[in-house]
């Protein structure tokens, strides 16, 4: 039974103006009845209308204010008030829209913001509790769209955050003791809360994480406190985290897995907004779980499961845990290695083997072991050395980590080199700093240090080498910058006295050598055989020089070290450079500039030559590469004289006398003397010979001239004037006049004469013979018409030789027919050769006719140019 509809029209009216209380209620109910009269109808309108109210207030009592969350008990109380009260759905349902009435007014009457989003919590609370009373039927009930203008997202927020608020509530009675009727009671919530699958999983393993997360915390803490037992205690915390994992990934794979809260599974902390920030305290965390499990030394699946377990939950890479697992697996190996060192691995038989057993033990990787006992040799070398040098027990102490270890000998002697390499280094770069600063103490120090480091002495030498060369080469660099070639002597002089002095001192003092002087004595007769090595050269005077006679010798008396050069440190062309810049100043000597911008000299010392030969061997360079540079020197010194003398060209009886002397003075060889001269003399030739092709002075008979003269002619001519001295001779031959054509000769002798081959020889001459043909018919027209009949003669002998050498395929053409006739007359009173009478008849298109008819004439006297000529001449 409904409420009377003339009585909820009225109600609507005033319900603004009263208050759901009971009293205010009578009232309403008088005022409507007093004129009606109170039937039995009236009084169960009366009834239902109370009934609803009383359903109203209560809604309204049960819900909680605004800014307060549901507790999960409202939709089950309204639920039974509703039935307790007898009232029906839609009754209900408009009671709960006359709460969302009530709250959308006082929305609009606040002004305050956050009485605005009070009331706006309100509403949404309202949305969800009265859906959850109603279930499907809602719908239809409550028109919250209609009557206040919600959209369906707006509806769908309401019941998703009111149901995560209740589901959050929900979920604080899981702990770390998880147990099957909790889960099942949080899955039985979430129906109830019509929280969706999706979020319901999401917010449980977000619960699930912060618990792991105060595990975490809370061992971090430990572990940084540094209080007794703190490693125990923080593992302890993470061994809770592993362990709180483990059952998680249990019950995710339980038969009865459908019935439980959604969500479970293991979980992982990686892919966290903060995950980065938090990884190095993860990695703490897990080296400090890793170090403690691993702590006996002894490695097994029984221990990996739970580090990769712990791995997957902090979210670290594979690596990131290797590298970790690594670093772990090395302290301990080093720990154990310390401990046996003197006990077990002293005493065992097979060092190797006992080695072998810790890494297998440890899964350590014997490589990473091979590197530790390395770093371990090099401390303990580190430590020894630190006062300067190797006391005996020092070393027998070295040899027994060598030995106990397994070092093989090329990674200690490497150890060596580097570690007291440095110092001894440091005492060499001290001791040869200057050349003034050096005095017997430096020396000492030097000889004791190489001495008392226990280095090798390939070692010893190649650092002593290092330093040396390095100084070379700062000498080198001053020179190569000096002003001018007298200051770039000097630097090099610094570079050969610094070497005397300081390097091969100290060479001989390292290698324990006799001293320089007396070891001078014992080798002179091995220099002196090999400077009898080479006696193709022992002429040129300055390298005559370099070897210093037995004055010389007794008065230098130092024996210079060979060993240390800069033969690969300066480029071979830069090393001959400053080695002839050198050997220029021992022949010059120093000198001094004077008036009118001439210099003299004023200084010249024939011992600078001994100091050259010490240059080219500090400078690294082979007696071959010496005798080159002097070879060039003295060549260029030939040159320059030579060529002033050979200026013209002419190689004259006196010419080649004061050449002689000048090659005498320098010690050049005879052979490399003339091939200069040649050359010389060849250079010259050859610019003459340009001019006298240029002027069209030279033909075939003196080029074969000067083939007769040995000259070579391909370098005497370019290859393009010859060509144009064939192209010369072959024109010669087409404007001869006589129209003979050799083959042989033009095709083959004269191109192998001119060094030109056959194929671009006949081109040439095809080339000129066509363009001639055509030309040598017009020209024989021409002189025809100038009545110069001798030349027309010559004329077509020279086209019967242009086609010889290109035969024409058809006639040549020409306009007037008659001349034709008439050049043909003209050569036949020259009586040719019948062949070539023959042949021109073809080239000018005569028929046999015409050709019998001229002859015929010519022997009756009666030929028409003859008697024209003859009345030119009568006229005359």
């Known amino acids: ?112 913001r956050d009485a605005d989003m009070e009331q706006r919590r309100a509403f949404q609370k309202l949305i969800y509790v009265s859906n959850l009373v109603f279930g499907d039927q809602s719908a239809f009930l409550l028109p919250w769209k209609r009557l206040f203008g919600v959209t369906e997202s707006q509806i769908d927020i309401a019941m998703r ?48 994480k912060k618990l792991l997360e105060e595990n975490i915390s809370s061992a971090l803490d430990i572990l940084k406190s540094r209080i007794p037992d703190s490693l125990t205690q923080a593992v302890e915390e993470v061994k809770s985290v592993i362990r709180f994992n483990s059952l998680l990934t249990i019950l995710s794979k339980h038969p009865e897995a459908d019935r439980f809260a959604r969500g479970l599974g293991p979980i992982s902390l990686g892919g966290e907004h903060d995950h980065d ?62 401990k046996a060192f003197n006990t077990e691995l002293a005493s065992v038989p097979s060092k190797a083997a006992f080695l072998q057993i810790l890494c297998e033990k440890l899964q350590f990787d014997p490589e990473l072991a091979s590197k530790m006992h390395e770093e371990i040799y090099r401390q303990k070398l580190q430590q020894f050395v630190a006062d300067g040098e190797l006391s005996k027990e020092e070393v027998e102490a070295l040899m027994a980590f060598q030995v106990r270890l397994c070092i093989p000998q090329e990674t200690v002697d490497a150890a060596h080199t580097e570690i007291c390499g440095q110092l001894f280094e440091k005492v060499v770069k001290e001791a040869i700093a200057s050349v003034d600063g050096y005095n017997a103490d430096r020396r000492e120090s030097v000889k004791k240090a190489a001495q008392s480091l226990n280095l090798k002495m390939e070692a010893v030498i190649a650092i002593f080498s290092k330093a040396v060369r390095k100084l070379f080469l700062s000498y080198i660099q001053r020179a190569k910058e000096a002003g001018n070639p007298i200051e770039t002597a000097k630097e090099l002089k610094k570079l050969i006295s610094f070497n005397t002095v300081v390097v091969s001192e100290l060479l001989a003092d390292i290698k324990g050598e006799l001293s320089p002087t007396v070891e001078t004595e014992a080798s002179s007769a091995a220099s002196e055989s090999e ?141 490399n003397a003339q091939k200069i001269i040649k050359g010389i003399t060849t250079t010259k030739l050859s610019s003459a010979i340009e001019i006298s092709v240029a002027r069209g002075q030279i033909g075939i008979r003196e080029v074969r001239d000067l083939r ?98 290109v035969p024409a395929s058809k006639p040549l053409s020409w306009p007037t027919p008659g001349e034709l006739d008439d050049l043909y007359a003209i050569y036949l009173k020259g009586i040719p050769k019948p062949e070539k009478l023959s042949r021109l008849q073809y080239l000018l298109g005569i028929s046999n006719e015409t050709a019998n008819r001229i002859r015929d004439a010519a022997s009756e006297g009666t030929l028409p140019i003859a008697s024209a000529e003859e009345k030119e001449e009568l006229a005359f």
């Open 1 to 112: 039974m409904h409420l009377n509809s003339s009585f909820i029209e009225y109600y609507k009216k005033k319900r603004h103006t009263v208050s759901y209380s009971v009293t205010h209620i009578s009232i309403l109910v008088t005022s409507f009845y007093s004129s009606r009269g109170l039937t039995l109808l009236n009084i169960s309108y009366l009834l239902i209308l109370v009934l609803a109210v009383l359903l109203c207030r209560y809604v309204y009592s049960v819900l909680p204010p605004g800014d307060e969350d549901l507790k999960g008990s409202e939709v089950d109380a309204i639920i039974k008030f509703k039935r307790a009260l007898g009232l029906d759905d839609v009754d209900a349902a408009n009671m709960h829209m006359e709460i969302g009435r009530r709250i959308y007014r006082e929305r609009l009457e606040t002004s305050d």
């Open 161 to 208: 955050e009111n149901a995560k608020s209740l589901y959050a509530s929900q979920l604080k009675s899981i702990g770390r003791g998880l147990d099957i009727g909790t889960l099942i009671d949080v899955r039985r919530a979430q129906l109830a809360y019509k929280l969706s699958d999706e979020m319901a999983a999401e917010m449980f393993r977000e619960h699930v």
């Open 531 to 671: 400077d009898d090595d080479e006696h193709e050269w022992e002429s040129l005077q300055t390298l005559r020089k370099t070897r210093p006679d037995k004055e010389l010798k007794e008065k230098l008396r130092k024996s210079i070290q060979k060993e240390i050069t800069l033969k690969d440190d300066i480029p071979l062309r830069d090393r001959t450079e400053l080695y002839e810049k050198y050997l220029k100043f021992c022949i010059t000597g120093e000198t001094t500039n004077v008036a009118f911008g001439t210099a003299i000299s004023t200084k010249k010392d024939d011992a600078e030559f001994l100091m050259l030969k010490q240059l080219g061997d500090i400078l690294g360079l082979t007696r071959k590469e010496v005798q080159d540079v002097h070879i060039k020197f003295t060549e260029k010194a030939f040159v320059q004289q030579a060529e002033v003398i050979l200026a013209d060209g002419q190689l004259t009886e006196a010419k080649a006398e004061q050449l002689a002397k000048i090659q005498k003075q320098f010690g050049l060889p005879t052979e």
């Open 277 to 338: 920030r938090r990884a190095d305290d993860l990695k703490i965390l897990y080296k400090a779980y890793a170090t403690e499990v691993l702590s006996d030394g002894i490695v097994d699946d029984e221990k990996l499961a739970p580090l990769n377990e712990l791995r997957n939950i902090f979210g670290l890479g594979k690596r990131e845990a290797e590298g970790i697992l690594s670093d772990v697996k090395a302290h301990i190996y080093r720990r154990a290695l310390a």
């Open 708 to 805: 007769k003269a040995n000259f070579q002619l391909d370098s005497l001519i370019a290859e393009p004037l010859r060509e144009n001295i064939y192209r010369k001779i072959v024109e010669e031959i087409f404007s001869s006049g006589t129209g003979d054509f050799d083959e042989e000769e033009v095709y083959t002798k004269i191109p192998a004469d001119l060094i030109i081959s056959a194929e671009k020889a006949k081109s040439i001459v095809q080339d000129i013979a066509k363009v001639r043909l055509e030309n040598s018919l017009v020209q024989a027209i021409a002189l025809l018409r100038q009545k110069k009949r001798d030349d027309v003669f010559s004329t077509l002998n020279d086209l019967l030789a242009c086609d010889a050498a």
